[in-house]
């Protein structure tokens, strides 16, 4: 597996269409079953803001990915290649953003 740049997890959010919510999960969980299986140890996760109102109807999602040996360049474009195969079903863009985990020192 090419090296990590120590990103622990990818963020992918955007908007649905009315239209497109229904049958959105089983179509993302039919790429999240395909990357998982290409990529061994991928976690997969999809979210769907509460409490929002929009005039369009429109409604907005998350997806998160991660790997416990971190998401490297290679992976993170895998992702984003797959979800890109969706754009028909979604309306704007995608919008992505990467943590990193950050060592904190807590007690209990």
Same mark, same amino acid.
């Given at each position: 597996? /090419?090296? $990590?740049?120590?990103? #622990?997890? *990818?963020?992918?959010?955007?908007?649905? /269409?009315?239209?497109?919510? /229904?049958?959105?999960?089983?179509?993302?969980?039919?790429?999240?079953?395909? %990357?998982?299986?290409?990529?061994?140890?991928?976690? $997969?996760? *999809?979210?769907?803001?509460?409490? =929002?109102?929009?005039?369009?109807?429109?409604?907005?999602?998350?997806?998160?990915? =991660?790997? /416990?040996?971190?998401?490297?360049?290679? *992976?993170?474009?895998?992702?984003?290649?797959? *979800?890109? =195969? %969706?754009?028909?079903?979604? #309306?704007?863009? %995608?919008?992505?953003?990467?943590?990193?985990?950050?060592?904190?020192?807590? #007690?209990?």
């Amino acid at each position: 597996m /090419p090296e $990590c740049n120590d990103l #622990s997890a *990818l963020f992918v959010y955007y908007r649905l /269409p009315p239209s497109s919510v /229904p049958d959105w999960p089983v179509r993302v969980a039919a790429v999240h079953r395909r %990357l998982c299986g290409q990529w061994q140890g991928l976690h $997969c996760r *999809l979210m769907q803001r509460r409490d =929002e109102s929009r005039a369009d109807g429109s409604s907005t999602w998350m997806e998160v990915f =991660e790997h /416990p040996a971190g998401l490297h360049a290679e *992976l993170q474009q895998s992702v984003i290649d797959a *979800l890109e =195969e %969706l754009d028909d079903w979604r #309306s704007g863009e %995608l919008h992505v953003e990467r943590f990193t985990d950050v060592a904190t020192d807590i #007690s209990t």
